[in-house]
């Protein structure tokens, strides 16, 4: 299997955020605002594992590229201290060291059932103890984030942005998890606002900072000691499609000073640009063939199209235009006036004057 890192780095309008993840997790609907607030940076890192340049088999997530969220947290921001804030966690997963815990209730299954629900957040230090908090019983599901934070942060005055963000998140399907609105007043407190957004069979990372990152140099020291490549995205890794990433890269790829491209062509290969959608154009050749492989852009990247099969469609067949008979309405000629006899009269006149 070839292990991949791969990352996006580019502006987010928080007043229209777009797509999230594939059905996997969605935003809370922004409230309306006429004069939106200034994009942000979000730097998205994810991961894939497969076997060929097709990325059919594709299992993505972090931990598919050798890596794990706190590798990953730890290495973009080394020696920091952190604040973990959880939403919908368990009561029996709180920490010993957690702070501001609140109890609340939680209704499910449409407002019949309700559970009991906790929200709190926690400091954080060092990669161990990181580790501790990650892998424990809470898990990386559990934990919404983290804040990167100073020794003289005001936790108090964070905690109500905090719950702007997080407060109203649902388990629907998809769930959604995170306001994108409350991600700048977060940021007038905090360095950093890392998310846990969800991929396909795992886990990605979401970091929103106001400034833009230059952190390509710290994620290839990571992949690179995972024996992972890194691969550069141009919209998030949970949207985007890995078989055209790879492409791109290697199309960029020298083989003289970076050696040979480490991944392996598809036993049937095909090329990215033929599985779009919409209506080919007609082979003037073969006018009444259809294409014998029919290739979609399915979210999941199924029904891959092989190179075997010519791209050929016919033209769709010419609806036939139908003239509306207009019937012009008869014509009644008009009656015309009975003609008076006039001799009739004249003989009467006669009568009379004899």
Known sequence: ????????????????????CRGRERWIEPWFVEDGPEPIHRLVVSGAAFEDDSARDALRGVD????????VV???????EFLAFVEDGHPADIPEDAEHVELYDSYRAGGREAVV????????????????????????????GFCVIKSDTD?????????????MSTRDSPPARFQPLALPEVLEHVDAVLLMHRDKHGHSLGVYTRDALDVE???????????????????????ARWDRAIAEAKAAWDPETDGEFPVPESDNPYSWERRRKGRRRKDDTKPDQADDATATDAADGQDELSSESTPETVEAPKKRRRVKKVVEPEVVPEEEPPSQDFDEFDDLFLVAED
């Not at 936790?155 to 407060?167: K, R, S, Y």
């Open 1 to 20: 299997m070839v292990r991949a890192v791969g990352f996006s780095n580019n502006e987010f309008n928080p007043s229209k955020p777009g797509r999230l």
């Open 64 to 71: 598919h590229a050798g890596l794990d969220m706190v590798t």
């Open 74 to 80: 730890a290495g973009l921001y080394p020696r920091k």
């Open 117 to 144: 629900g906790v929200r709190w957040v926690q400091r954080v230090t060092g990669v161990h103890n990181l580790r501790v908090l990650l892998e424990s019983g809470i898990g990386v599901e559990r934990i919404r």
């Open 155 to 167: 936790i108090e005055a964070l905690l109500e942005p905090l719950f702007l963000l997080v407060g």
């Open 217 to 239: 140099a710290k994620l290839q020291k990571l992949a690179d000691r995972k024996k992972s490549m890194l691969i550069s995205f141009a919209i998030p890794p949970m949207l």
